[in-house]
């Protein structure tokens, strides 16, 4: 669909190439030497921890895409005949991509023994969440008006029934 409004800027390319970066950092760990100086012993615990945590990311980023359809955009865009998802996952929390990749990329920390390589994409997520939620959601709000904010007074941002 063609994009009617968009906030791409130069904060969001930023964002979106630490997340890059912090995605791609552990092939580096694996492909080469260069970050073993940040090696550890891999514990059972944090491993299946992490495990459970990989999983149900992946399995919530496939749920929340599906559930978005075609209103999905990696950057804050809103496209021709734009409409606001409250079902799905959706009914249970506003950001449940961002909540998706949040477990994924802890899920990641706890499985790679290594102090760089392991929590290198939960940084960079934790960063976009923070500065780029706000943004997306005062763009919703303009957007979709009395329905977004009765959509925010019935959900949490992120943790359901908490925050």
């Not at 149900?56 to 209103?71: E, I, T």
């Amino acid at each position: 669909m063609k994009v009617v409004k968009s906030r791409k800027g130069p904060l969001g390319f930023v964002l979106l190439s630490l997340t890059s970066l912090g995605f791609f950092l552990p092939l580096v760990w694996i492909a080469t030497p260069v970050l073993a100086f940040a090696d550890y012993a891999l514990r059972p615990v944090p491993f299946v921890a992490g495990t459970f945590c990989l999983a149900l990311g992946l399995w919530l980023v496939y749920r929340s895409h599906a559930d978005l359809g075609a209103n999905w955009s990696i950057t804050l865009e809103v496209r021709d005949k734009h409409q606001l998802v409250t079902q799905g996952t959706y009914r249970h929390v506003r950001h449940p991509m961002y909540l998706a990749l949040l477990l994924y990329s802890s899920g990641q920390a706890l499985v790679l023994p290594n102090w760089v390589a392991g929590p290198s994409y939960l940084v960079a997520l934790a960063l976009l969440f923070a500065l780029r939620v706000g943004p997306e959601e005062r763009m919703m709000l303009e957007e979709f008006g009395k329905d977004y904010e009765a959509y925010m007074a019935r959900t949490r941002r992120l943790v359901p029934g908490v925050w």
